[in-house]
Each structure stands twice: as C-alpha cells, then as structure tokens.
C-alpha cells in the first residue's frame, strides 16, 4: 500500500509526513498496536476478498512521539485515476473515550456505593421507565436488574390510586415547581403492599430534565407504631371514658388537652377538646379561672406547689346545679423539670357529705349505745365472775365427798362380797365416775371461760405417765373385750417438763371416748417425735380405734363447745359435749393443735400436739441386772399393732426379735431356729389368740425337749385370779398384763434372761415383784387431809400396796 496524500491533520495526529510515507521501508501498519494491526489486516483481507466490512471501526496507534491515540477510522473505496483507491478519515478520539471511561468508572463508584446503602435508590427516566435501582430497592420489591432492563415503569411499583398521583409530582418537580415529599404505597413483585416515603430530584443532561433520581423509605414499621399508637389512645380514651370520675389533663394555660365522657355530660355532651374549652368553662360555666380565697383553683395550687392537691371543690352539672367534687390533681414534668401538664381528676361527694351527715348523726348515737353497752359489759362480767366463783366452790364442795364416796366404794369392791352387793357396788362407782367427771368438766369450762385456767410447769416421766393412764384404760377397753395398747417411739425422750395432768387429761377424754365409741377391735394410743431443739420437743399423740367413725360433714364440729354428732349420740353414749372442747383449748395451751382423721362406719384417729422443755438434769436408775442386748426373741400375737409396738421397743433396746401372727408359725420358728443352730432364748406370748391360744403354745413349747429351755414371757389383756399358779405349773417365767409399762417390760426380760427371779416362793416375774424390787421399803409417809372420810380412803388405799402413813388433818 502507498499514500498519495496526507492532510495536515494526518500529520498532527501521527507524526508522519506525505515524504516519510514514501520511504521504501515504510509501512502505515507497523505504528500501529499489534491488537490493532491484526485487526485493520484483517478488514483489508475482507476488501480484497470482496466482501464489505463495516466501513468505521477504531483501532490504536503510536504517533512519532511515542503516544498511543485511539482513533476512529471511516474507510470507503473511491475510483482514482483509472482504478480504484481507499480513502481513509481519521479521528482522534482519545480525549473523548477517556472521558466516557471516567464516566463508566464513575457510574460504577456512584452504583457500588449506593448498594451499600440500606435505603433503597431508584433513577426514571421522562416516561417513567426505571433506569436503575440499587440493591436496597431490588431487596425491597424483589423487582431483579433484568426486570429493569426489560423497561420496568414506576405504575408497575404503585397502587393504582398513586400512579397518577405520582405523575402528576413528577411534572411538577419538571415544571421546578417545589413540591412537598410524599407517601404512596407500593406493591412488591411478590404482592405485597409497602407504604413508603420518595425524596426526589430532577436529573438534568445538557440543561434538559431527562428523569427523576430518588430514595425511598421504607415506613412499614412507622405505620405500624402509628397504628399501635392510635389502639393504644383509643384503648385510654375507653379506660378514662370507663372512669366515672370526671379526667381531665389541662396545660398551664387553663387549656383542656384531653377528657373522658364524664366531662362531656358536664358540658351538655360536647367534646371539650375539639370545642377548645378551659378547664373552668367546663368546671364552673365561667369564662375566668377560680382564683377566690374561699374556694381556690387546683391547677393554680399545682403550678405553685410543684406537688400534688387534694381539695373539695364546687362544680357545676350540665344543668347548672351545684355539686360538692374532690379533686386530685397532679403536675406532669417535662425533662428539664418544667410543669407542662396537669392531670385533674374529680368525683361527685354530695351523696358522700350528705351521708357523713347521717353517720355524725348515729355515732352520736352509737356513743351513747357503747357507754350503755360497757355498763352492761360490766355487770355481765361481774355476773360471769360470781357464776364461775359459784361454779368453782360448788364443783369443790362437790368433789370432796365425792371422792369420799368413790374412794370407800373402791375398798368396799376389793373386801368379800356376794354376787348382788358386787353389782350394787360397781353400779355405785360407774354413777360416781359419771358424775365426776361431768363435775371436772364444769369446772374446767368454767376456768377456761373466765380466762384461769393455767398450765403447770413440773418435771416428769412421760413412759411413767404414759403407764398410769394406760393401766387404768386398759381395765375399761378389757370389761368391753377390747384390745388397748400405748406405747412412745423409741426416739421419743421420757423426761420432760410441763404439766402431766393436763395431758393426762386430753389422753383420758380421747381414750375415754374411743372405748365409748367402739365395740369391737382395738384402741391403740401411739407417742411420736414431731420435731425437737436443744432445749424443746414437740410430740404427737395419737389415739385410733376402729369403732363407729365419724362422717366428713360432721368432723368440723366436734371440737365445739357442748356439741356431738349427733342427738342421738348423747341419748346412746351419753356425755356433755364437753370432753374435746376442753381438750382442744389445752392443747392450744400447750403450744400444739388438735385433729380428727376418720372414715364413716371404719374408725377414727384423734391427734394432737403439745409443746414441753426437756429437762436439763434428771437420774435414771437402772437396779435391775442383766443385759438383754442381742438377744434372740420372738413375739407371738395376732394382733398386728401389738406386734409393732414390741417389735419397735425391743429393737431400740438392741435386741433381735422376730414375730409370728399365730402359734403354728410361732413352732415353726423356734425349731427352724434350733436347727440353725440361732435358737430363742425367750419367748414373749399372747393369751387371747385364735386356735391354739398361749397357754397351750406354752405347754407345747415346755413338752418338746428341743424347745423346752426356751424361756416363756406371758401377755394376757385379762388378769385372772389363778392364772399365775396354773402359769408357773406350766413354765412361764413372766406374767404381764396389758397394757404394760415399757421399763416394767425392760425390767420383767432383763430379770427372766438374767436368770434372777423375786424369790424361792414366787418364782413367777409379775409387774407386782418387778415394782417392789424398785421399791424403797423404808418410805415413811405423812398424810395431810382435814375431811376425815378421805383420810380413810387414802389410808385404805395406802394399806393395799403395802404401805403405812400418819395422818394429821391440818397444817
């Protein structure tokens, strides 16, 4: 290729002269880039070839100073001189392309950093047509780049009542008319509908508005607090509206800012605050505030005082009457501690005041009533006084020759007597315990209700007072055939401090009415450790029998003062309704309570506690011999809570004891025992047993020469005259009657297995020989008693148990 000519353009934009291309090494192509070069070879081969490629394309090259331009080359074939020639205009587009490569950079900065941003950013064009969105408005509508690329509109994101609303902005904005940012609505891809806030600018190219540049804000959540916040007021507005007291909250210029319907009745049903009321046009139908010394404006004592008021006011109602109000009013602060509000709150007291009238009225009345009640207060109590005074001499006159009576009837009992004066004997006593006994319980119900009756506070021994009661319920549960049994866990302490013969006492009614109450079975009075301190126990007493019981509806009121289940129970059983009254009141007394667990037709459980101190000293001595740890001992007895108590007193005195219901398994035991080489040594056994009862167990035990050296304890709830004889024929060691007390069983087994009995001429161990062994028989007593019938008595009863006494009948 030659050049026939080159402009001067040519030559400023290369560098190269018409006289340098005629040089014979020269070749346009070698200037230019090798991308370039390639790519004009190859539009030239194409021409010569024929074909006709695009007649502008750009390629690069270097001018004579070495700088690479960029130029737009439009090349078309001409005919010249007889043939044909290319002609060729070059452009230097350098600048140009530079500056749409800083463009391009520009637009890629502004769009990343846009991303970037959490709001969403969108570009319209004249018509509407999205031009861009950044990722922000992508995520929000779900609209992608290619829906934009594929000429997505603005009426495609817009409900249809804002399209044209929106449209009709735009234009304005076009016009450079100001326009305020609004609200629309918008519908995502996936339908939902986002409410949303448009900031917008026009884009200008050359002076002209191409478009409109925007940011959107989404304002779902503005929305929703909105709408919270109007459920919210409208829920207040229907709380205080709820209040029949008048609300009202009030700035410091008297203005009403917000009222219930209470205050719309006062002013005829009108709304204060839409009318813009103040507070004493709605209080007092007055254009001026309340400023009178006699009758002071609460807002004012507020704004005065910081603080909140409470005063009675005059209003007036919607008719204009006048009604006595209290108000409460308070201030409300701002954050910088500036009252800016007062909430005021009123309520109607003319029925109040009226009312209090009426009350002033009566107490004067009531007063005088009091005075004359105290008066009758008085001689009531002075009459309550006397009756108890009376009640207590009487009960006390009463009881000393009762305890004549009885006495010399029980020494009567024990002298020789026929069958029929033995009957008019025992009827002489069970009249007499009756009549006692309801005299006790006058009397204490008599102390109880005037106040003084007071608690003891006395060292004791509880096993030994547990004893004493047991021996005398035990005669009364046998004359019924009935099982009795007492006993304390062993955990239980025996010394203690308090008073014995109350609790003696609750023991005696509980006991006494279970015997009343049952007919056949058991009673069964159990001692347990409630809890304990260093210095204090509290124990529970337990009385069960399986008698009658008592029906759910009526436990409630046993404990009541003259009160029994039923009418017909005192026809039946007798008694004053007394007993557990009394029993209830000495428990409470004695730092505990008292209860009942029963079942209709299957017995009851009557309980209580009681509080007593320990004692910090006390002697305990143990005279009798022998060490009954580790022994092996079976007990025989059908009854399962007689077997219990033994077998919970025998453990805790380390021995090894083992039970047997019936005296076919009780054989059975013993020679198993033999075989084993462990044989018993002692036996305990009951008298009253089905089939084969103790006395003949015993036989059979004595007759068997594997068994014979075992040592034989007899249990019997009915004591005999002749027992002990035939007993000792039989080759018992022990005779025991129920109940029996738990160191006279102690005593009774320690003297059995020890081998040691009372003497020759009574080799039978009794609870008699066990208790004159502890004996001191040099006792001298003295006897104080100035009614001479009872000092028969005690001297009579003294003689029976061995013992002699003077008596004196004064100080």
């Not at 198993?672 to 089939?691: K, N």
Request: net charge negative.
């Amino acid at each position: 290729e030659s050049f026939d000519l080159v402009n001067k353009s040519f030559v400023d934009l290369t560098g190269i002269t018409l006289e340098g291309t005629q040089d014979p090494g020269f070749d346009f192509l070698e200037n230019l880039t090798p991308e370039s070069r390639i790519l004009v070879r190859e539009r030239l081969a194409m021409r010569e070839r024929g074909e006709h490629p695009s007649d502008v394309y750009e390629f690069s090259l270097f001018n004579t100073l070495g700088e690479i331009r960029l130029v737009q080359a439009s090349v078309s074939e001409i005919d010249y001189r007889d043939g044909k020639a290319i002609i060729g205009i070059l452009r230097d587009i350098t600048e140009s392309r530079q500056a749409e490569m800083r463009l391009e950079e520009s637009t890629k900065r502004f769009e990343a950093l846009a991303d970037l941003l959490p709001q969403p950013i969108f570009e319209i064009d004249i018509d509407g047509i999205f031009t861009y969105a950044n990722r922000a408005a992508n995520e929000l509508y779900k609209y992608t780049q290619e829906d934009i690329e594929n000429g997505l509109t603005i009426n495609y994101l817009l409900i249809s009542r804002d399209r044209r609303r929106i449209m009709v902005h735009f234009g304005r904005r076009l016009r450079g008319q100001i326009v305020d940012d609004y609200e629309y609505t918008c519908v995502a891809k996936d339908g939902r509908q986002i409410p949303v806030l448009i900031y917008s600018s026009i884009i200008y190219s050359k002076g002209e508005a191409v478009g409109t540049r925007g940011i959107t804000l989404d304002i779902s959540n503005l929305k929703e607090s909105e709408r919270e916040m109007e459920r919210t007021q409208a829920f207040m507005q229907s709380v205080i509206d709820g209040f029949p007291d008048s609300l009202l909250v009030i700035d410091p210029e008297y203005n009403v800012l917000l009222a219930n319907q209470a205050v719309s009745k006062m002013v005829g049903g009108d709304d204060p605050v839409a009318t813009c009321m103040k507070c004493h046009q709605v209080s007092h139908k007055s254009d001026t505030p309340c400023l009178g010394k006699d009758d002071p404006c609460p807002i004012e004592q507020v704004l005065a005082t910081r603080a909140p008021v409470v005063v009675e006011h005059t209003h007036f109602d919607a008719e204009g009457n006048e009604i006595a109000v209290e108000i409460v009013a308070a201030p409300i602060f701002n954050d910088d501690g500036e009252v800016i509000q007062i909430i005021e709150s009123s309520r109607d007291i003319t029925d109040r005041i009226e009312r209090e009238a009426e009350l002033r009225e009566m107490n004067e009345h009531l007063e005088n009533q009091t005075l004359l009640a105290v008066e009758l207060t008085s001689q009531a109590e002075m009459a309550s006084k006397a009756k108890s005074e009376f009640l207590a001499n009487m009960s006390h006159e009463i009881r000393t020759p009762m305890n004549g009576v009885i006495g010399m009837n029980g020494l009567l009992l024990d002298t020789d007597l026929d069958d029929e004066q033995r009957r008019f004997a025992n009827t002489v006593k069970a009249s007499a315990d009756a009549l006692l006994e309801l005299i006790n319980d006058i009397l204490d119900f008599s102390k109880i209700e005037a106040g003084k009756l007071e608690m003891e506070i006395l060292d004791f021994d509880l096993r030994s007072t547990l004893g004493d009661f047991s021996e005398l319920m035990a005669l009364r549960a046998h004359e019924k055939g009935l099982e009795f049994v007492c006993a304390a866990s062993p955990e239980t302490p025996s010394y203690l401090r308090g008073d014995p013969g109350r609790l003696r006492q609750i023991l005696l009614n509980l006991a006494g009415n279970s015997i009343k109450f049952t007919s056949k079975g058991e009673i069964a009075v159990l001692v347990t450790l409630e809890s304990e301190t260093d210095d204090d126990v509290v124990l529970r007493f337990g009385v069960r029998d399986t008698g009658i019981g008592i029906p759910a509806d009526k436990q409630s009121q046993l404990f009541h003062q003259f009160t029994q289940v039923d009418a017909s129970t005192t026809r039946k059983f007798g008694g004053t309704g007394l007993g557990l009254a009394i029993s209830k009141q000495l428990s409470e007394m004695m730092g505990g309570e008292i209860g009942v667990i029963s079942e209709d037709g299957k017995g009851s459980e009557f309980w209580f506690t009681a509080q007593f101190e320990k004692q910090k000293d006390h002697e305990h001595e143990q005279e009798l011999p022998g060490d009954v740890s580790g022994s092996h001992v079976l007990i025989v007895d059908d009854n399962a809570t007689n077997r219990e108590i033994l077998m919970t007193q025998l453990q805790a005195w380390d021995m090894l004891p083992v039970e047997a219901p019936e005296a076919e398994t009780a054989l059975r035991l013993l020679r198993e025992a033999v075989d084993a080489d462990t044989p018993f040594r002692l036996a305990i056994v009951d008298m009253q047993m089905p089939g084969m009862d103790g006395e003949e167990l015993g036989r059979t035990i004595k007759a068997d020469p594997v068994l014979v050296d075992t040592a034989l304890v007899m249990m019997t709830s009915l004591g005999r005259r002749g027992d002990a004889k035939r007993l000792t024929e039989i080759g018992f060691d022990a005779y025991l009657t129920k109940p029996v007390r738990q160191s006279e069983l102690f005593d009774s087994l320690a003297l059995v297995l020890s081998g040691k009995k009372r003497s020759s001429d009574q080799p039978l161990v009794t609870r008699h020989s066990v208790r004159e062994i502890r004996r001191d028989t040099a006792i001298r007593i003295l006897l104080a008693e100035d009614n001479f019938t009872n000092q028969q008595v005690a001297l009579g009863i003294l003689k029976k148990l061995g013992l002699s006494a003077e008596a004196v009948a004064n100080g």
